[in-house]
T-cell receptor, first 113, second 114 residues
Framework: GDSVTQMEGPVTLSEEAFLTINCTYT??????LFWYVQYPGEGLQLLLK?????DKGSNKGFEATYRKETTSFHLEKGSVQVSDSAVYFC????????????FGTGTLLAVQP | DSGVTQTPKHLITATGQRVTLRCSPR?????VYWYQQSLDQGLQFLIQ???????AKGNILERFSAQQFPDLHSELNLSSLELGDSALYFC?????????????FGPGTRLTVT
């Protein structure tokens, strides 16, 4: 079945370091891809999305490019801040008759000052 | 604030009991989704309702059921609770059912079964 695989955390970085969180997917069709972020004690928020191959999603300095050839959607940020500390979830969604999200396991990011 | 509200915030109950979790979607959203977040299984889709009707089912146990009412709020009923049902239960909403809309998540209900 369809699935999403994320790199294991936690990822610990110093402020202003470069961030990459790897995400790969297995899908029978052509899903849309998402990154959600969960701050401590809160629900999930959509960070960015891409709906087709080669699309780049971006928001708040984060970017991810939909790579069909490598079935990947890696999250990157050039310079992380302490406030970026959160759990990041990669997800896919086919839309169509339903709108259910299939999530990866989540990656905890801890940014130290 | 996503506009999605969930009550209660925390729930502690014993094995074998039954609980009801409540979700109010964002104003105007017709679809409601329920997700379970646990250490074992991660974040899993349970069920979706659209305008009062069940639209999609995921990994929802037979002991669990849900409904969406005419005012569009939704309830998730969990019965014959087991220790393994302890988890964070999220509700999300979106304007439509089939389009790839952004889903807006509530803050969650943390269920602890003792």
């Amino acid at each position: 079945g369809d699935s999403v695989t994320q790199m294991e955390g936690p990822v610990t970085l110093s402020e202003e370091a470069f961030l990459t969180i790897n995400c790969t997917y297995t899908a029978t069709g052509y899903p849309s891809l998402f990154w959600y972020v969960q701050y401590p004690g809160e629900g999930l928020q959509l960070l960015l999305k891409a709906t087709k191959a080669d699309d780049k999603g971006s928001n708040k300095g984060f970017e991810a490019t939909y790579r069909k050839e490598t079935t990947s959607f890696h999250l990157e940020k050039g310079s992380v801040q302490v406030s970026d500390s959160a759990v990041y979830f990669c997800a896919l969604n086919y839309g169509g008759a339903t709108n259910k999200l299939i999530f990866g396991t989540g990656t905890l990011l801890a940014v130290q000052p | 604030d996503s506009g999605v509200t969930q009550t209660p915030k925390h729930l502690i109950t014993a094995t074998g009991q039954r609980v009801t979790l409540r979700c109010s979607p964002r104003s105007g959203d017709l679809s409601v989704y329920w997700y379970q977040q646990s250490l074992d299984q991660g974040l899993q889709f349970l069920i979706q309702y659209y305008n009062g009707e069940e639209r999609a089912k995921g990994n929802i146990l037979e002991r669990f059921s849900a409904q969406q009412f005419p005012d569009l709020h939704s309830e998730l009923n969990l019965s014959s609770l087991e220790l393994g049902d302890s988890a964070l239960y999220f509700c999300a909403s979106s304007p439509h059912a089939g389009a790839i809309d952004e889903q807006y998540f509530g803050p969650g209900t943390r269920l602890t079964v003792t």
